[in-house]
Protein backbone atom coordinates (compact mmCIF):
# COMPACT_ATOMS: atom_id res chain seq x y z
CA UNK A 1 0.00 0.00 0.00
CA UNK A 2 1.37 2.82 -1.06
CA UNK A 3 0.30 6.56 1.28
CA UNK A 4 1.29 9.98 0.09
CA UNK A 5 0.48 13.05 1.94
CA UNK A 6 -1.93 15.52 0.07
CA UNK A 7 -0.42 18.35 -1.83
CA UNK A 8 -2.70 20.95 -0.34
CA UNK A 9 -1.70 19.53 3.23
CA UNK A 10 1.90 19.59 3.03
CA UNK A 11 2.36 22.98 1.58
CA UNK A 12 -0.37 24.27 4.30
CA UNK A 13 2.54 22.56 7.02
CA UNK A 14 5.11 24.17 5.25
CA UNK A 15 3.28 27.22 5.58
CA UNK A 16 2.76 27.35 8.78
CA UNK A 17 6.16 25.56 9.90
CA UNK A 18 7.85 29.10 7.83
CA UNK A 19 5.45 31.66 9.71
CA UNK A 20 6.65 30.08 13.01
CA UNK A 21 10.28 30.60 12.18
CA UNK A 22 10.10 33.69 10.43
CA UNK A 23 8.18 34.99 13.43
CA UNK A 24 10.56 34.78 15.99
CA UNK A 25 12.96 37.00 13.52
CA UNK A 26 9.80 39.59 12.51
CA UNK A 27 11.68 42.81 14.93
CA UNK A 28 15.33 41.52 14.28
CA UNK A 29 17.84 43.47 12.31
CA UNK A 30 19.22 42.15 9.32
CA UNK A 31 22.44 42.45 11.03
CA UNK A 32 20.94 39.91 13.65
CA UNK A 33 19.94 37.55 10.99
CA UNK A 34 23.03 37.19 9.41
CA UNK A 35 24.99 36.71 12.94
CA UNK A 36 22.62 33.68 13.49
CA UNK A 37 22.79 32.47 9.98
CA UNK A 38 26.61 32.54 10.28
CA UNK A 39 26.84 31.04 13.78
CA UNK A 40 24.50 28.25 12.44
CA UNK A 41 26.50 27.44 9.57
CA UNK A 42 30.10 27.20 11.73
CA UNK A 43 28.30 25.29 14.15
CA UNK A 44 27.26 22.42 11.62
CA UNK A 45 30.08 22.65 9.93
CA UNK A 46 32.11 22.10 13.63
CA UNK A 47 29.47 19.16 14.41
CA UNK A 48 29.98 17.62 11.03
CA UNK A 49 33.85 17.85 11.07
CA UNK A 50 33.83 16.06 14.49
CA UNK A 51 31.72 13.82 13.68
CA UNK A 52 33.90 12.74 10.22
CA UNK A 53 36.78 12.54 12.09
CA UNK A 54 35.34 10.53 15.16
CA UNK A 55 33.86 8.23 12.14
CA UNK A 56 37.09 7.67 10.24
CA UNK A 57 39.15 7.45 13.85
CA UNK A 58 36.62 4.63 14.97
CA UNK A 59 36.61 3.09 12.00
CA UNK A 60 39.86 2.73 11.22
CA UNK A 61 40.44 1.33 14.89
CA UNK A 62 37.13 -1.21 14.87
CA UNK A 63 36.83 -1.89 11.30
CA UNK A 64 33.18 -0.89 11.19
CA UNK A 65 31.49 0.36 7.76
CA UNK A 66 32.64 4.55 7.53
CA UNK A 67 29.12 5.18 6.60
CA UNK A 68 27.47 3.25 9.68
CA UNK A 69 29.84 5.48 12.20
CA UNK A 70 28.93 8.62 10.08
CA UNK A 71 25.15 8.32 10.77
CA UNK A 72 25.75 6.48 14.76
CA UNK A 73 27.53 9.82 15.29
CA UNK A 74 25.93 12.83 12.63
CA UNK A 75 23.65 14.88 14.84
CA UNK A 76 20.48 14.53 14.07
CA UNK A 77 17.00 13.07 15.33
CA UNK A 78 17.05 9.24 15.32
CA UNK A 79 14.27 8.79 13.33
CA UNK A 80 15.66 10.80 10.18
CA UNK A 81 19.07 9.08 10.87
CA UNK A 82 17.51 5.48 11.12
CA UNK A 83 15.46 6.18 8.04
CA UNK A 84 18.78 7.09 6.22
CA UNK A 85 20.07 3.88 7.50
CA UNK A 86 17.07 2.26 6.24
CA UNK A 87 17.88 4.06 2.67
CA UNK A 88 21.73 3.20 2.67
CA UNK A 89 20.88 -0.72 4.15
CA UNK A 90 23.35 0.19 7.00
CA UNK A 91 22.12 -2.01 10.40
CA UNK A 92 19.62 0.65 12.02
CA UNK A 93 19.91 -0.74 15.62
CA UNK A 94 23.86 0.08 15.56
CA UNK A 95 23.09 3.17 14.49
CA UNK A 96 19.87 3.92 17.02
CA UNK A 97 22.26 2.51 20.13
CA UNK A 98 25.15 5.13 19.04
CA UNK A 99 22.72 7.69 18.97
CA UNK A 100 21.50 7.21 22.27
CA UNK A 101 24.76 6.81 23.80
CA UNK A 102 26.12 10.01 22.02
CA UNK A 103 22.70 11.98 23.48
CA UNK A 104 23.48 11.18 26.85
CA UNK A 105 27.16 11.90 26.34
CA UNK A 106 26.76 15.03 24.77
CA UNK A 107 24.41 15.96 27.71
CA UNK A 108 26.51 14.86 30.35
CA UNK A 109 29.15 15.97 29.25
CA UNK A 110 27.83 19.42 28.79
CA UNK A 111 26.70 19.53 32.17
CA UNK A 112 29.97 18.65 33.92
CA UNK A 113 31.63 21.32 31.28
CA UNK A 114 29.48 24.14 32.57
CA UNK A 115 29.37 23.03 36.22
CA UNK A 116 33.80 23.20 36.38
CA UNK A 117 32.81 26.48 34.32
CA UNK A 118 30.78 28.17 37.18
CA UNK A 119 33.91 27.45 39.93
Do not use: N, W
Not at 45 to 64: E, H, K, M, R
Amino acid sequence: MHFELPTAARAAAQIFIGATIGCRFAMASPRKIMAVIGLSFGSTILLLSVTLAFAGLLSFLTGDRFTALILAYAPGSVAEVSLIALSLGVEIPFVVVHQIVRRFLVVGGAAAVFRSLKR
